[in-house]
């Protein structure tokens, strides 16, 4: 028996304890009950109940009384409806060498170099990190940047935002026939471009939400503010009953495109593409049936307190004064380290036992024979969850937490096809994600999903769903033309894609 058919086996034994153990049990006082004759319960009744009554009375009401004050207490299940990601218009998408231009045609705009843009060594540079980014041909740049010469102005970044957030949500609308005056909780949040009045007050003005909705808008918070507004909303919904709460997610990429040489804030213009999410939760008992999922837990880490973490990410002027985003050397360690401590977290709430006992034993194992044991036993995830959506931050942030999480290709998949097709959409990249594994017809009812999304601070948010029903990809889903083309083989050492196309499973 091989070792992988031996912890199976152990896997099903540890996780089914209790029902080996109880099924057998039940077996043998069913058949001493079936023994029981009227004179034998009537001996049960005055040797025993009849003596202790006024024990056994506020003992049974007690039960009675913390039962239903339990079921009145408990949090209410917080089911996602339904989601839309933004899909830009086909003009918009931007290949290496359309992107390539745009970064030249920036520059060349900047007042500060006088129409010219000589040194050819910057382009070299962000050529070879566009070349290796497993970014593809097809993402999408703003329409601003697209022009010659190129907008980069206030009015047009305020025109990408808008015009990704109604995109969403009007294609959010149609598909679940919800009213915008149905919405009682709105939550946006763009980390860059926090105009006045705010994203959520142009949500609120477009579609006329009611004047009494509990509108939130969140900035600077990084690629993992989408699960932040996640979590938000799940505590809005757990005190406002029967109501519904709506999430945006999105970045800007016109305000805050770098046009400056410092090649640490470069990596950021290589990296970033237009794109945005909604999402329609409920806690309303009679959208269970029509939802797609359940929330099951959020998870938030932040280790801000280290100042390696703090500054690993971080925006600021350069030595001449242009402002841009830098992103430090260190960033895959901070990354790391971070996981793991969300990972310590969400472990314990959705691992199964059997998992937990092999951490347990090793980890004790190793404080007592440090020489012996050198590692942890790293926990098999797969276990608990059947499909991963991985921050789609850049190859180097996929690879961390695939090797972290010792997953197969497969389950990152989703991550590496949404960064070739979409490229980092921030904080809605995990949605791309979801809505892939769904195009492939994957998500099957019972099936849990794991959001994982990692942003500046240092932070990891982590977000588990549970599948209501076998779901299918969404009406105008972002992959609705492409999944077939997916995933596409690339070439682990220069990023590159090999082939245009490889055959995927569905």
């Given at each position: ?122 382009l070299d540079f962000l050529r070879k990190i566009q070349e290796r980014s497993g970014l593809g041909d097809e993402t999408h740049g703003p ?133 945005g999410a909604a999402i329609l939760l409920s806690n309303k008992p009679g959208d269970r049936r029509r939802s797609k999922y359940e929330l ?125 097709r979409f490229g980092n959409t921030s904080s809605s990249s995990i949605w791309y994600e979801l809505a892939y594994i769904e195009a492939k ?66």
């Amino acid at each position: 028996m091989t070792s992988i058919n031996v912890k199976l086996l152990y896997h099903y034994v540890i996780t089914n304890l209790f029902n080996l153990c109880f099924f057998p049990l039940t077996a043998i006082v069913a058949g001493k009950a079936y023994r029981l004759t009227i004179d034998d319960l009537h001996h049960l009744y005055y040797s025993y109940l009849q003596h202790n009554l006024i024990t056994i009375a506020p003992l049974f009401a007690f039960t009675v009384f913390g039962s239903v004050l339990y079921i009145a207490t408990r949090p209410k299940p917080v089911y996602l409806v339904e989601y839309s990601c933004y899909l830009p218009p086909t003009h918009c998408r931007s290949s290496i060498s359309k992107v390539m231009d745009i970064f030249y045609q920036v520059r060349k705009a900047d007042p500060s170099r006088n129409g010219t843009c000589d040194d050819s060594s910057w382009l070299d540079f962000l050529r070879k990190i566009q070349e290796r980014s497993g970014l593809g041909d097809e993402t999408h740049g703003p329409e601003g940047l697209l022009q010659v010469p190129p907008r980069k102005t206030f009015a047009a970044a305020r025109e990408e935002t808008e015009q990704v957030i109604i995109g969403a949500l009007e294609n959010l609308f149609k598909n679940t026939n919800v009213s915008p005056k149905d919405i009682g909780i709105l939550v946006v949040n763009s980390s860059m471009f926090n105009p006045t009045p705010s994203l959520s007050a142009m949500v609120v003005n477009t579609f006329k939400l009611r004047s009494n909705v509990r509108s939130f808008n969140l900035g600077g918070m990084g690629c993992s503010a989408g699960v932040i507004a996640i979590d938000l909303a799940k505590d809005l919904l757990h005190v406002h009953k029967n109501t519904y709460a709506l999430v945006v997610s999105t970045e800007n990429i016109t305000y805050n495109i770098y046009a400056g040489d410092n090649r640490s804030m470069m990596v950021s213009n290589c990296l970033f593409r237009v794109g945005g999410a909604a999402i329609l939760l409920s806690n309303k008992p009679g959208d269970r049936r029509r939802s797609k999922y359940e929330l099951v837990h959020t998870v938030r880490t932040h280790t801000g307190a280290d100042d390696k973490s703090f500054r690993c990410v971080q925006q600021g002027d350069d030595e001449n004064g242009k402002t841009g985003v830098s992103l430090s050397k260190d960033i895959t360690d901070v990354a790391g380290r971070t996981v793991k401590k969300n990972i310590a977290t969400l472990g314990p709430l959705i691992l199964p036992l059997s998992e937990k006992l092999l951490f347990f034993v090793t980890f004790m194992g190793k404080k007592l024979f440090k020489d012996k044991i050198k590692h942890y036993y790293v926990p098999d995830f797969k276990l608990a969850i059947d499909h991963f959506c991985i921050h789609a931050g850049g190859r180097a942030v996929i690879d961390v937490l695939e090797k972290n999480l010792a997953l197969a290709p497969i389950d990152v998949e989703a991550s590496r096809s949404t960064l070739h097709r979409f490229g980092n959409t921030s904080s809605s990249s995990i949605w791309y994600e979801l809505a892939y594994i769904e195009a492939k017809g994957r998500m099957k009812k019972g099936n849990k999903v794991w959001q994982i999304a990692l942003g500046s601070g240092f932070k990891c948010n982590s977000a588990v769903w549970v599948a209501l029903n076998n779901v299918k990809a969404s009406t105008n889903s972002p992959w609705e033309h492409c999944i077939d083309r997916y995933p596409v083989k690339i070439d682990s050492d220069s990023g590159k894609s090999e082939t245009r196309v490889q055959n995927g499973r569905s």
